[in-house]
């Protein structure tokens, strides 16, 4: 275990106690921000090594936006009305590459007025599509390689830094990756690299490690040795390895990383059944994975109304991210976009503030064990939905030894020491929360039946969690909250989020105010708003 995870577990309980009754209150609900303040881009230029907003111009934005030179105006206009002091610009997506020119112009524009300035690849339609989803490629494929390899040694001759968008994966069976599968043989040009084991996650991880060493970043530092290069993980944690996404190896491998922390409306019709604490499990996750790698948050306005928009931006923000990133320019310009800005814009001050709190501060709570290549089972994302629950996780992706309270799911038993490492823990008298597939799984039946071992009936559908009434939650962040001297009342879909000092947040994430109570102290929160409680 890594001394910083061995510093999370080392938990603060009595701080909190203390500040309980001292603490600097501020609380903030969308109804009640006032306009942006006029000095925006000031500000955020002001608190830029604290955290950065950004944005991206994707190829097709270049293009439509970046042009001419009133094009670059507008935008620069609105990067400033909204506090984005970052600028992505793209160079290739879709199958489109930006001409040389309209890159250059708008990397210098941008540059020259102020901003810090990246460049951005997507690797959707390149070479030979995948059999499955028909943006993605058959990175088997040579030619495809190849044609990577020119995209990113292009992008690499015109920015020192390079993120790539989530799409760096494939999940093709045609018969060239089903032959290669079975060989156990990953071939990258003219170099073979063998599989240990024949399923698709094994071949998949293979190739897009040795893919990403060879086409992508041997490719761009050849034609700039100095270029930094990110790899930003999507939001979908609990399939990374079936696609290809190897997060110990590749963020190893790879400069920085960056998160997907997009959550959008619960409810939306197609982007919904996504619960908002996903983005600060996620942020949290991988943070621990990558440590000073990790970089920040990414999230779009698809399939959200200014509530969702700004919730994302929360959890970005308390999940320790250095930096937000507004994807993109072009969606925000339209739909729902004009709307979510206006009111993200208001709530900017406030979350440039959060973020140096948080930065200062470390997270304590109940560990939540999620190891890397961990199949979900019948419980996908089911952190995310024990999170709306008001019970707050420490996520991590190393057996917590040193957890003073922890939350076990089926993804521990990819850990072949799992069960004995857990019996140490109900040993030691550590409240235990285990998934009811989990406990149906255990070979020692007799750890079910110590007192402080306590089993989530999750029935293989996580988002049945969100019906829970508070009076069958309470058992449960009784047990769990019990190491840390703390009481916690209060209904569904609200998150709670401790410091070691003391400090805390609760976020209410219903439409209807609610009332709570920690530690007895009350608090009334607002339909969609949180409180925070600074020592």
């Given at each position: 275990?890594?001394?910083?995870?061995?510093?999370?577990?080392?938990?603060a309980?009595?701080?909190?106690?203390?500040a309980?009754?001292?603490?600097?209150?501020?609380a903030?609900?969308?109804?009640?921000?006032?306009?942006?303040?006029?000095n925006?881009?000031?500000?955020?230029r002001?608190?830029?090594?604290?955290?950065?907003?950004?944005?991206?111009?994707?190829?097709?934005d270049?293009?439509?936006h970046?042009?001419?030179?009133?094009g670059?105006?507008?935008?620069?206009?609105?990067?400033?009305?909204?506090g984005?002091?970052?600028?992505?610009?793209e160079?290739?997506?879709?199958?489109?590459?930006a001409?040389?020119?309209l890159?250059?112009?708008?990397?210098?524009t941008?540059?020259?007025?102020?901003?810090?300035?990246?460049?951005c690849?997507?690797?959707?339609?390149?070479?030979?599509?995948?059999?499955?989803?028909?943006?993605?490629?058959?990175?088997?494929d040579?030619?495809?390689?190849?044609?990577?390899?020119?995209?990113?040694?292009?992008?690499?001759?015109?920015?020192?830094e390079?993120?790539?968008?989530?799409?760096l994966?494939?999940?093709?069976?045609?018969?060239e990756?089903?032959?290669?599968?079975?060989?156990?043989?990953?071939?990258?040009?003219d170099?073979?690299?063998p599989?240990?084991?024949?399923?698709?996650?094994?071949?998949?991880?293979?190739?897009?490690?040795?893919l990403?060493?060879?086409?992508?970043?041997?490719?761009?530092?050849?034609?700039?040795?100095?270029?930094?290069?990110i790899?930003?993980?999507p939001?979908?944690y609990?399939?990374?390895?079936?696609?290809?996404y190897?997060v110990i190896?590749?963020?190893?491998?790879f400069?920085r990383?960056w998160?997907?922390?997009e959550?959008?409306?619960?409810?939306?019709?197609?982007?919904?059944?996504?619960?908002?604490?996903?983005?600060?499990?996620?942020?949290r996750?991988?943070g621990?994975?990558g440590?000073?790698?990790?970089?920040?948050?990414?999230f779009?306005?698809?399939?959200?109304?200014?509530?969702?928009y700004?919730?994302?931006?929360?959890?970005?923000?308390?999940?320790?991210?250095?930096?937000?990133?507004?994807?993109?320019?072009?969606?925000?310009q339209?739909?729902t976009?004009?709307r979510?800005?206006?009111?993200l814009?208001?709530?900017?001050?406030?979350l440039?503030?959060v973020?140096?709190?948080?930065?200062?501060r470390q997270?304590?709570?109940?560990?939540?064990?999620?190891p890397?290549h961990?199949?979900?089972?019948?419980?996908?994302?089911?952190?995310?939905?024990?999170?709306?629950?008001?019970?707050?996780?420490?996520?991590?992706?190393?057996?917590?030894?040193?957890a003073q309270?922890?939350?076990?799911?089926?993804h521990?038993?990819?850990?072949?020491?799992?069960?004995?490492?857990?019996?140490?823990?109900?040993?030691?008298?550590?409240?235990?929360?285990?998934?009811?597939?989990?406990?149906?799984?255990?070979k020692n039946?007799?750890l079910l039946?110590?007192p402080?071992?306590h089993?989530?009936?999750?029935?293989?559908?996580?988002h049945?969690l969100?019906?829970?009434?508070?009076?069958?939650?309470?058992?449960?962040?009784?047990?769990?909250?019990r190491?840390?001297g703390?009481?916690?009342?209060?209904?569904?879909?609200?998150?709670?989020?401790?410091?070691?000092?003391g400090?805390?947040?609760?976020?209410?994430?219903?439409?209807?105010?609610?009332?709570?109570?920690?530690?007895?102290?009350?608090?009334?929160?607002?339909?969609?708003?949180?409180?925070?409680?600074?020592k």
């Amino acid at each position: 275990m890594t001394l910083v995870n061995q510093r999370i577990y080392v938990l603060a309980g009595m701080a909190l106690l203390v500040a309980l009754g001292q603490g600097l209150q501020s609380a903030s609900t969308l109804e009640a921000t006032e306009a942006a303040p006029a000095n925006l881009w000031d500000l955020c230029r002001e608190k830029s090594a604290i955290h950065r907003f950004a944005t991206l111009f994707s190829a097709q934005d270049v293009r439509d936006h970046l042009a001419t030179e009133e094009g670059r105006q507008r935008a620069m206009e609105w990067c400033r009305a909204t506090g984005v002091t970052h600028v992505f610009i793209e160079s290739f997506r879709n199958g489109y590459q930006a001409p040389r020119d309209l890159l250059t112009t708008a990397r210098d524009t941008f540059s020259q007025a102020g901003f810090k300035v990246s460049g951005c690849v997507t690797p959707t339609n390149v070479g030979k599509l995948s059999t499955g989803w028909k943006l993605i490629s058959c990175c088997t494929d040579l030619k495809t390689q190849d044609r990577l390899a020119g995209i990113f040694a292009y992008t690499a001759s015109l920015f020192d830094e390079i993120m790539i968008d989530d799409f760096l994966f494939t999940d093709c069976t045609c018969p060239e990756c089903q032959q290669a599968r079975t060989k156990r043989t990953v071939r990258i040009g003219d170099q073979e690299f063998p599989v240990n084991g024949d399923s698709w996650s094994e071949y998949r991880c293979e190739l897009m490690v040795q893919l990403s060493r060879i086409k992508i970043l041997q490719a761009a530092r050849k034609v700039n040795r100095n270029v930094q290069i990110i790899i930003k993980y999507p939001q979908w944690y609990d399939y990374f390895h079936e696609r290809g996404y190897d997060v110990i190896r590749q963020t190893t491998d790879f400069d920085r990383i960056w998160v997907g922390t997009e959550t959008r409306d619960y409810d939306d019709p197609r982007w919904g059944r996504t619960v908002q604490y996903e983005g600060y499990f996620i942020m949290r996750w991988l943070g621990g994975i990558g440590g000073d790698k990790c970089g920040g948050g990414w999230f779009d306005p698809l399939g959200t109304t200014e509530h969702t928009y700004v919730e994302q931006a929360r959890q970005t923000v308390l999940g320790g991210a250095r930096e937000t990133l507004l994807f993109c320019y072009g969606a925000l310009q339209r739909g729902t976009g004009p709307r979510n800005v206006e009111v993200l814009r208001a709530h900017i001050p406030e979350l440039l503030d959060v973020a140096e709190k948080v930065r200062r501060r470390q997270i304590i709570g109940v560990a939540a064990y999620k190891p890397p290549h961990s199949p979900p089972g019948r419980e996908p994302y089911v952190y995310d939905f024990v999170g709306m629950l008001g019970i707050p996780l420490v996520p991590c992706h190393e057996f917590p030894e040193n957890a003073q309270a922890a939350f076990f799911s089926v993804h521990a038993l990819t850990n072949s020491q799992f069960e004995e490492r857990l019996a140490g823990l109900v040993e030691r008298g550590v409240p235990i929360l285990l998934t009811d597939a989990l406990a149906g799984q255990l070979k020692n039946r007799e750890l079910l039946n110590r007192p402080n071992v306590h089993v989530l009936s999750v029935q293989g559908d996580p988002h049945r969690l969100l019906q829970f009434t508070e009076k069958e939650l309470e058992p449960l962040r009784a047990a769990l909250l019990r190491p840390f001297g703390l009481t916690f009342k209060a209904p569904n879909k609200v998150g709670l989020y401790l410091f070691e000092d003391g400090s805390y947040v609760i976020e209410n994430f219903n439409n209807d105010p609610v009332k709570v109570a920690l530690n007895g102290k009350e608090h009334e929160i607002p339909g969609r708003g949180w409180i925070q409680v600074w020592k």
